[in-house]
């Protein structure tokens, strides 16, 4: 009952989003967002815990700041999502300026796949929807929510202008299909992991378990391997950034899978550093440090053996 109650609520929302002048939409998400900062003090915690350890140099009002700004960005992609999901093709892609787009192009023309990466960070969600208009259909690696009713809300959503989602069971095979038959992928490289496939690599100069699967796949597949991010503008607006493919080390590179997956994260590391507030600083990346125990609040962690959301 209480899934079932949970996706008619988020159904409401939808509905009444749908109708919402964009402006009202950001307001409502910030309004959220800032709710659960005063009531999930746990999460508040994990957060400010992780901006002392990344950011070391930062005075706590500064990190209270960044905290406080980062809850109502997760507050506003809840609902300019649901806004977005609403959308015509046209005005999707209207609502999106696009940098880098021929480095993503030419990955393309490659002919062997193109893996994208990204993190829980800024607009990731809208920006997979938006690309599968503006360039071709991918896949996208992803785990079930808790919530099955939910779950297939977000599936809907996700496969709605044409992309494909592929779920742990099975993934590798799928993904080297698609692969393989010169499409994309995209998946997510910033969750802690407790899985045998798991590797270390400094993520703000601290070790942390990081998926090895992105890196496994480019090396065996050839496929190149393109960082995406999507950032708010002004107005409502986003601009989803295509960066330079992340070049693979020589083939006779001792651990390269591990040499390859820190590259990778030193991209990701980048982007938050220019831009903290739109990252999910309340997970708990670095599980080796001593936080508070988890409870209920708007970001529940994501079980620690799947990465990839």
């Known amino acids: 009952m209480r899934h079932r109650a949970e996706y008619w609520a988020v159904c409401a929302v939808r509905r009444l989003v749908a109708f919402m002048p964009g402006r009202l939409v950001r307001t409502a998400g910030t309004l959220l967002g800032l709710a659960f900062y005063a009531i999930d003090r746990v999460h508040r915690r994990i957060a400010d815990t992780n901006l002392a350890t990344a950011f070391p140099q930062r005075t706590a009002a500064e990190r209270r700041a ?76 992803a785990r079930a929510l808790d919530n099955p009713y939910l779950n297939d809300l977000l599936e809907r959503v996700r496969t709605s202008t044409g992309n494909s989602v592929i779920y742990r069971r099975g993934a590798v095979r799928r993904v080297l299909r698609t692969l ?95 831009h903290p507030s739109l990252w999910l600083w309340m997970h708990r990346r670095w599980r080796d440090a001593p936080l508070p125990a988890d409870v209920p609040g708007m970001f529940p962690e994501t079980r620690a053996d799947e990465s990839e959301a």
């Open 180 to 274: 393989h038959a010169g499409h994309g992928v995209a998946m997510l490289i910033d969750q802690h992991m407790h899985s045998p496939d798991a590797i270390y690599v400094d993520f703000f100069e601290r070790p942390a378990a990081t998926t090895s699967t992105l890196a496994q796949l480019a090396l065996r597949t050839g496929a190149p391997v393109v960082p995406v991010f999507a950032l708010p503008l002004p107005g409502g607006r986003y601009r989803v950034i295509y960066e330079h493919p992340v070049a693979p080390p020589d083939a006779d590179t001792p651990d390269a899978i591990r040499h390859f997956t820190q590259r990778c994260t030193d991209v990701l590391e980048m982007y938050v550093r220019r």
């Open 66 to 141: 960044i905290v406080r700004e980062m809850f109502g960005h997760f507050g506003r992609v809840l609902f300019e999502l649901l806004k977005f999901s609403t959308l015509t093709p046209a005005q999707m892609c209207a609502a999106v300026e696009f940098e880098g787009e021929d480095r993503a192009r030419a990955a393309y023309a490659q002919g062997r796949g193109v893996i994208f990466f990204t993190g829980h960070f800024g607009y990731w969600e809208i920006n997979g929807i938006v690309q599968a208009i503006r360039l071709e259909p991918m896949g996208v690696l």
